[in-house]
């Protein structure tokens, strides 16, 4: 009895257990289970994965976003500073064509030496007198010069012609009172001839007169010149060097608060990549200098180390240009009305050598040096440690910029972090623009020799792009200091600074490491490789 209800037990019970197992309707394995749980997993990684990229790509915005201002005002300080630079070197090239009108003499007022002349002069004119030749020019020509320069030589040459032409007119005098004829036609055709010559000479000296009387009317100019306005020009330069960083860093956090996010820009960055340029000081080479071997000199030595370093520095390139082309119009005058002094081509020495007492006064007593791109060692253009390639990271030293942005990390809604929140609580990102030049960068063919040459060699400035002048020579080169000849193009400048996203290099990733940086962003070290190749 007992046994028999124990089975019966067991049927009824289990009988709705077989049931269950043989009823299809909404089964689910156990398998099932497992594996829903590792999709749920996954799904649920998937969407905190899309959040957290959706969300560093919008905290990127504002790094890439803020980093291109940067290198816009970099770019326009360098376009601005150029500007600037030709600004001077213009108003230099005026002062420097003045300057060779009459140099210090005509500027004090003092008498130039022609006492040699003079004497010599008077002789002749006492000998022709004597003689009873006439002599109208004698007066005007026997004046004191109160010039030096370009008006001086030219004086002194009237004065030794004048003193030629008296002589030749009292042989003439004397042959007119010989016996013999054809002596006394000799004699009246020499002395016609010399009245010819000695009306030149006067009409020369006329046109002499009236440059002096031009150039004292301009004195007053060329002083405010001096004294006001290259000062002004200066300060402004100066200015404007000072108020990129500020209106960079001014417009980074404009558009951080923009984002709402946290920027840092180094100083470094914000700066334009520009020095003093060395030679507006130096008495001579500077240390390690090694003149080049491939100079071939068509001069004599250099005899005054001094007046290399102005030949070859910033100021020198941006004002000679300018005294090539301005200094034309008065040659140009000066070749019909002083053919017998020459006084074009004495005016084409002059601008020279004045040019080289002006540069260094205005440089070495006045502070009135240029600014180069650094690197500057040799007096050569696109010479450069950082054009080479082994110096690239100079290259990024000095022109990229790089911008910092943080942003708090938060935890995507819908999707916290399943694994591990991240240690830093702030999201860094960073980004680089770099400065370029659109002007064409063509290395100069053979190297300035400072101390084995006199004259500058090659006589035309280099054709290069990465420069603080931005000359256009796409029409042709234009002339280093002392270089001759007429002008052949108007001097013209192709501000051509510009910035481009760069990559990011070795050289910055070393340097992330080891400026300082703010709280913020210090964690962003923790994860940099020691090598970008790692």
């Given at each position: 009895m007992l046994r028999t209800t124990c089975f019966r037990t067991i049927e009824l019970v289990s009988?709705?257990?077989q049931r269950l197992n043989q009823d299809q309707r909404g089964s689910f394995a156990i398998g099932h289970i497992y594996w829903v749980a590792v999709f749920s997993a996954l799904i649920a990684m998937l969407f905190n994965i899309g959040l957290s990229s959706k969300e560093k790509s919008e905290i990127q915005r504002p790094?890439?976003?803020?980093?291109?201002?940067?290198?816009?005002?970099?770019?326009?300080?360098?376009?601005?500073?150029?500007?600037?630079?030709?600004?001077?070197?213009?108003?230099?090239?005026?002062?420097?064509?003045?300057?060779?009108?009459?140099?210090?003499?005509?500027?004090?007022?003092?008498?130039?030496?022609?006492?040699?002349?003079?004497?010599?002069?008077?002789?002749?004119?006492?000998?022709?007198?004597?003689?009873?030749?006439q002599t109208p020019q004698y007066r005007n020509v026997r004046k004191e010069v109160r010039a030096g320069a370009t008006l001086l030589r030219s004086n002194r040459i009237l004065k030794e012609m004048l003193t030629r032409v008296y002589w030749a007119k009292m042989a003439a005098e004397i042959m007119q009172k010989s016996k013999f004829p054809p002596v006394v036609a000799a004699g009246i055709a020499l002395e016609n001839f010399m009245d010819l010559v000695e009306a030149q000479i006067g009409r020369e000296w006329q046109a002499l007169r009236n440059l002096y009387e031009r150039a004292r009317e301009l004195l007053p100019l060329k002083r405010d010149l001096i004294s006001r306005y290259l000062p002004a020009a200066r300060n402004q330069m100066r200015r404007i060097m000072d108020s990129i960083p500020k209106l960079t860093q001014q417009t980074a956090?404009?558009?951080?608060?923009?984002?709402?996010?946290?920027?840092?820009?180094?100083?470094?960055?914000?700066?334009?990549?520009?020095?003093?340029?060395?030679?507006?000081?130096?008495?001579?080479p500077p240390a390690g200098y090694i003149p080049p071997t491939d100079c071939n000199c068509p001069s004599i030595p250099a005899d005054n180390p001094r007046y290399q370093m102005v030949k070859t520095s910033q100021l020198a390139r941006a004002s000679f240009p300018w005294v090539v082309y301005h200094r034309a119009a008065i040659m140009q005058r000066m070749v019909w009305r002083t053919p017998l002094t020459r006084a074009f081509a004495i005016y084409e020495e002059e601008t020279a050598g004045q040019a080289r007492v002006v540069l260094d006064r205005l440089q070495a007593q006045r502070n009135l040096g240029l600014f180069v791109l650094p690197g500057k060692v040799a007096p050569d253009k696109g010479w450069e440690d950082w054009t080479k390639t082994e110096n690239s990271h100079l290259a990024d030293s000095h022109f990229t910029s790089m911008v910092l942005t943080g942003q708090p990390l938060e935890t995507p809604m819908g999707a916290p972090y399943i694994f591990s929140a991240p240690a830093n609580k702030h999201w860094v990102r960073w980004d680089a623009v770099m400065l370029i030049n659109d002007n064409p960068q063509h290395p100069p063919e053979q190297r300035i020799d400072l101390l084995g040459c006199k004259r500058i060699v090659p006589d035309e400035q280099a054709r290069v792009g990465y420069d603080t002048l931005a000359w256009d020579q796409s029409r042709g080169r234009l002339p280093e200091l002392v270089a001759g000849g007429w002008p052949n193009v108007f001097?013209?400048?192709?501000?051509?600074?510009?910035?481009?996203?760069?990559?990011?290099?070795?050289?910055?990733?070393?340097?992330?490491?080891?400026?300082?940086?703010?709280?913020?962003?210090?964690?962003?070290?923790?994860?940099?490789?020691n090598r970008l190749e790692q």
């Open positions: 009988h709705p257990v790094a890439t976003a803020i980093s291109h201002p940067v290198g816009v005002w970099r770019a326009r300080g360098m376009n601005v500073l150029s500007a600037h630079q030709h600004l001077q070197g213009e108003v230099v090239s005026l002062i420097i064509v003045h300057h060779a009108i009459g140099g210090d003499e005509l500027d004090e007022n003092q008498v130039g030496d022609t006492r040699r002349q003079d004497g010599r002069l008077d002789r002749a004119w006492r000998a022709a007198v004597a003689a009873g030749a956090n404009e558009l951080a608060n923009r984002y709402g996010v946290k920027v840092f820009v180094p100083e470094k960055d914000r700066s334009l990549p520009v020095v003093l340029d060395p030679y507006s000081k130096l008495q001579g001097p013209r400048i192709k501000n051509g600074w510009n910035y481009t996203p760069s990559l990011v290099t070795d050289f910055q990733n070393s340097r992330m490491k080891s400026i300082p940086l703010p709280d913020w962003a210090k964690a962003v070290r923790e994860v940099l490789p």
